[in-house]
């Protein structure tokens, strides 16, 4: 929504460092799917479709797509040796079972208890749900990547949700343009600023209180 | 003594006479994706409107299921996703068409309660968002859970890579998704397959749909839209 490619590219970038070796990811439609680009050749990554391929791999050549091998958005992908096909069903008790490490998902708010918005605005067209909520609820980490304001300029990352919740309580980390939070016990934890962002260019933007780490690391 | 099973192989036509105005519909599929073409393509031909139709989605305009709902012959939604067809969007503004969501793995469930025999289900997705507004809670074991009704269809239809006479289906890579879920769900369920090979050629302990879920096997004439992708790649 909005974002200049730089940015999403580097919040991808930035994403794709939480991601380890072994682990079982699911990414979200948009910036999350951008996110696989980034994870480094060689880290055995299994990355879960939910419409029913687990161990899915990159895209096909050019001209060798199958269109009945395709992720949850439609396009054509590959699988990986190991991989399995199954059906609807069998995709989410994976990830209600909390066989899922990770998810990655876009938002369109986040509080600063962690509680996750991204599926409808009122009197606005509604896409549906999709596997969000299930994603949202039931993977061990939850990261979410999005612009830090609105179109509006108005600060996405709140004190409370206004916006219908996807899930409560569920986001873990905060990827941003300008800034790297997680979301603790205690609140909002400013880990990273995006550089040339400053700490108090973040804390303008940002609704909800934040507390600051120490050391806070600048991202070139 | 020498036992074969039933053959249910029949005709389009046949297929299409058990499917009539104002029915529940329930397909396979998902983004287009193991939709049945052909059946989707009789049913234009045929007229058939004022359908409920569950699946995952809505597909895209000009794909799979999608298509009955761009030709307006849908009154009723039920799916979990319906961004990648505007006109579905556009329909459900304007009220000319209903659609109720519900979260991806939950409908699938739903589908699968009703193919089962289940009355519902009951799970914690959703708790403490609009999903559980309005609906019956049940605490088990110390967890509130939102009980959800199992969904089954008059008509249910699949897509198949190959199948038997007897209906024993094989799906193709992500192609399965809804597609044996749906086909249990269904009072009649109908079966396109790319392939439909004689009595005794499906390996039994790779058949994924027992033929004993599925009343009508019938060839499939194939997908006949472009991907969203090859559009794309023509377009660039």
């Known amino acids: 929504m909005g974002m200049g490619k730089e940015s999403r590219d580097r919040i991808a970038k930035r994403a794709a460092q939480e991601v380890r070796g072994g682990m079982v990811v699911n990414l979200g439609i948009g910036i999350p799917t951008q996110v696989a680009d980034y994870v480094p050749l060689g880290l055995q990554v299994v990355f879960h479709a939910e419409n029913g391929i687990l161990g899915a791999g990159g895209a096909p050549e050019p001209g060798s797509e199958d269109a009945f091998l395709c992720n949850a958005g439609g396009y054509p992908v590959t699988v990986v040796e190991g991989a399995s096909y199954c059906d609807s069903a069998i ?48 993977a061990r980490k939850v990261i979410v990547l999005m612009n830090h304001v609105n179109k509006l300029g108005a600060s996405k990352i709140r004190k409370a949700c206004e916006l219908p919740l996807t899930a409560p309580r569920c986001a873990d980390l905060i990827i941003t343009e300008m800034a790297v939070i997680e979301v603790t016990e205690e609140g909002l934890l400013l880990r990273e600023v995006m550089l040339p962002y400053t700490v108090e260019e973040v804390i303008r933007h940002t609704e909800a209180e934040l507390r600051l780490a ?3 690391l600048f991202i070139p | 003594m020498h036992a074969s099973l039933p053959s249910k192989v029949s005709t389009l036509e046949e297929a299409l006479s058990r499917i009539n105005d104002g029915c529940t519909l329930m397909y396979g599929g998902f983004g287009g994706i193991g939709n049945p073409p052909t059946l989707i393509d009789g049913l234009l031909a045929k007229g058939v409107k004022d359908l409920t139709i569950i699946g995952n989605d809505t597909g895209f305009p000009h794909i799979g299921i999608g298509r009955l709902v761009t030709a307006g012959r849908v009154k009723k939604v039920i799916a979990s996703h319906i961004g990648s067809n505007p006109f579905a969007g556009q329909k459900m503004e ?27 289900i009951v799970l914690d997705v ?31 239809i699949v897509h198949a890579s190959k199948a038997d006479p007897y209906g024993n289906l094989v799906y193709d890579k992500s192609g399965r998704n809804m597609n044996p879920l749906v086909a249990m769900a269904g009072q009649l369920t109908i079966a396109e397959a790319d392939e439909i090979v004689p009595l005794g050629d499906l390996d039994p302990e790779s058949i994924v749909t027992p033929g004993i879920f599925v009343d009508i096997v019938i060839p499939s004439k194939g997908v006949n839209w472009s991907w969203v992708w090859e559009k794309k790649a023509v377009t660039e």
């Open chain 1, 91 to 138: 995709a989410f008790a994976m990830i209600r079972r909390g066989r899922v490490d990770l998810t990655i998902l876009g938002a369109l708010e986040v509080s600063e208890r962690g509680d996750l918005a991204n599926w409808i605005v009122p009197g606005k067209r509604v896409a549906g749900i999709g596997g969000a909520m299930e994603l949202a609820q039931k």
């Open chain 2, 126 to 156: 959703g708790v403490g968002t609009m999903m559980a507004e309005g609906r019956q809670t049940v605490v088990l074991n110390g967890t509130t859970y939102i009980v959800e009704p199992a969904l089954t269809a008059d008509v249910a």
């Open chain 1, 214 to 216: 120490d050391p806070i």
């Open chain 2, 94 to 120: 304007d009220g000319s068409m209903e659609v109720e969501f519900f979260p991806q793995g939950t409908l699938a469930e739903k589908i699968r309660a009703g193919g089962v025999g289940l009355g519902g």
